[in-house]
């Protein structure tokens, strides 16, 4: 599908009223970026399938609330953020587990993301040491802030499209991700002293 449904009135209409084919274009034309959304905000070993689930079902369940001042493709990342900042908050409140106790399988996936196919295994371990490290500062920073610097930094989101998926003004963004940045660059000086 070269040209997303998106906003077109009629495309909205036929969800609205509950077309199944035209939910199954929303859920093809978004559900890539969505789950690498999730993927990139949750980190590895996330069970992103059930995620974007979740996402898409609210996302049908809610369509009458939809009014169309933001673009369908925000209103969606703004589920999927809100689904993974109540998953992080739940997560926070039980027993936490470091990154140093996933499993191998989900450790060997860390290092993938962005693996190239001509990599040496010594320059591949480093970048999944890389990876390990980048995943252990962000779980130092709020829901929040890790879900705007993975907005920005990560999906590559213009100020403005994430006010429309955060619902707040572009200069309270600006000032947001430039806190997030000063938090994280703290935390990965903090990281250094405890080394």
Not at 11 to 36: D, Y
Not at 83 to 98: G, L, N, Q, T, V
Not at 112 to 137: C, D, F, I, V
């Amino acid at each position: 599908m070269a040209l997303l449904p998106g906003d077109d009135p009629a495309f909205l209409a036929r969800l609205r009223q509950g077309e199944e084919r035209a939910f199954a274009e929303l859920v093809g034309a978004h559900e890539r970026r969505i789950r690498a959304f999730l993927r990139r905000l949750l980190g590895p070993g996330a069970d992103v399938e059930d995620g974007a689930q979740v996402v898409f079902t609210k996302a049908f369940l809610s369509l009458g609330a939809f009014r169309g001042e933001v673009s369908l493709e925000s209103w969606l990342f703004r589920i999927a953020r809100n689904h993974a900042i109540d998953r992080m908050r739940r997560k926070k409140s039980r027993p936490e587990h470091s990154l140093s106790a996933l499993s191998k399988a989900e450790q060997d996936e860390a290092g993938r993301w962005g693996a190239a196919e001509n990599e040496t295994p010594a320059e591949r371990l480093e970048k999944s040491e890389r990876a390990r490290a980048a995943w252990a500062l962000l779980g130092r920073l709020s829901e929040d802030d890790r879900s705007l610097l993975v907005l920005k930094e990560v999906g590559g989101k213009s100020i403005e499209e994430i006010s429309e998926i955060t619902g707040a003004s572009t200069g309270a963004v600006k000032v947001r991700l430039f806190r997030a940045r000063q938090r994280l660059k703290n935390a990965a000086t903090r990281g250094l002293e405890d080394v």
